[in-house]
């Protein structure tokens, strides 16, 4: 996992598969707010005028001079969940964002939030 110090500065990076095929560029980052790590990436994809969002997992992502590279296929990124791209993720959407992964999801103690924008 990297350490997300200069994560504002991750903002516009191209994000790739592991095979090096741009998937779209990086708009923001989602924490785990049970562990307060990075959690998932929302990539810009589409379209000038049909564009959205879609979240991929960060979990052994790597980051270049010019890339974030995430370890999921690229058809799988863009079939996942999405936002407008001036849209909120609602909380009872965060489980279908995890599922698509195939991850584990269960929202905290009192029904908090698992997911938290920065």
């Known amino acids: 996992m990297f350490e997300a110090e200069n994560i504002r500065d991750w903002r516009g990076l191209d994000v790739v598969d592991y095979d090096g095929r741009k998937i779209g560029t990086l708009e923001s980052i989602y924490f785990d707010t049970l562990t307060d790590r990075p959690a998932f990436a929302t990539v810009t994809i589409g379209l000038p005028t049909r564009r959205r969002l879609?979240?991929?997992?960060?979990?052994?992502?790597?980051?270049?001079?010019?890339?974030?590279?995430?370890?999921?296929?690229?058809?799988l990124v863009k079939d996942a969940p999405?936002?407008?791209?001036?849209?909120?993720?609602a909380a009872e959407d965060?489980?279908?964002?995890?599922?698509?992964?195939h991850l584990?999801?269960?929202?905290?103690?009192r029904g908090e939030r698992r997911l938290g924008r920065r």
């Open 82 to 89: 999405g936002i407008d791209p001036d849209g909120e993720l």
């Open 104 to 109: 584990p999801y269960e929202q905290g103690s």
């Open 94 to 101: 965060e489980g279908a964002v995890f599922a698509h992964y």
């Open 54 to 75: 879609v979240f991929v997992p960060v979990d052994k992502a790597t980051v270049g001079p010019s890339y974030l590279k995430v370890t999921y296929d690229k058809s």
